[in-house]
């Protein structure tokens, strides 16, 4: 079962970066928004399998956690992006705690205990969308994720010649066709 929505994932992934990479190259504004609205649906979407058990261990609750808490957001637009999530809000909650605000960084201990109940603008990150707080982290980063982008692309082109270096070095004459030795 999860392989089939890691496909699902991996599709809607291509797609949409392809939508955006047409509508960044031929500067068309209607597929710049497809793409966007593309990935803030996506996002949304995996808000439904957050907390889905007890142990806190599932990948989109890893995810969802190391977003929230790293950048200080809750849901993808706020935290009503939660109340579609059955498993939360059968608890009573409104908010998961990686929305509220801890006691220290890197801490688990929050500031108000009551805040995934009723959370407040001094408790927690409630109104800030994760979806824009994604986009001013890679704005303010532009540098680096170009920087990791273009080393990327490097080493997949330095791969890419060494395979076929490997290739020719393997099929010389002395192999014959089609890889069959020849003997005279």
């Given at each position: 079962m999860?392989?089939?929505?890691?496909?699902?994932?991996?599709?809607?992934?291509f797609?949409?970066?392809?939508l955006?990479y047409?509508?960044?190259?031929f500067?068309?504004?209607c597929?710049l928004c497809v793409?966007e609205?593309?990935?803030?649906?996506f996002?949304?979407?995996?808000?439904?399998y957050?907390?889905t058990t007890?142990d806190?261990?599932?990948?989109?609750?890893?995810?969802w956690?190391g977003?929230?808490s790293?950048?200080?957001?809750c849901?993808?637009?706020?935290?009503?992006?939660f109340s579609e999530?059955?498993?939360?809000?059968?608890t009573g909650?409104l908010?998961?705690?990686?929305?509220?605000i801890k006691?220290?960084?890197?801490?688990?201990?929050?500031?108000d205990p009551?805040?995934?109940?009723?959370?407040?603008?001094?408790?927690?990150y409630?109104?800030?969308?994760?979806y824009?707080a994604i986009v001013t982290?890679?704005e303010?980063n532009?540098?680096i994720v170009?920087g990791?982008a273009?080393a990327?692309?490097?080493?997949?082109?330095l791969v890419?010649?060494?395979?076929?270096y490997?290739?020719c070095?393997?099929?010389?004459?002395?192999?014959?066709?089609?890889g069959v030795k020849v003997s005279?």
């Open positions: 999860i392989s089939y929505i890691l496909i699902v994932a991996g599709a809607l992934t797609i949409v970066s392809f955006g047409c509508g960044a190259m500067e068309s504004r597929l793409a609205k593309g990935t803030q649906m996002l949304k979407s995996t808000i439904k957050y907390a007890t806190k261990a599932e990948t989109v609750t890893v995810a956690d977003i929230m790293q950048l200080h957001c849901g993808v637009e706020s935290y009503r992006d999530n059955t498993n939360l809000t059968t909650k908010i998961p705690e990686a929305c509220c006691v220290s960084e890197g801490s688990n201990v929050l500031k009551s805040c995934p109940i009723s959370p407040t603008a001094s408790n927690s409630y109104q800030v969308g994760c824009k982290a890679i303010e532009a540098a170009i990791v273009a990327l692309v490097f080493v997949e082109v890419i010649i060494l395979a076929l490997l290739a070095c393997y099929w010389r004459p002395q192999h014959g066709r089609l005279y």
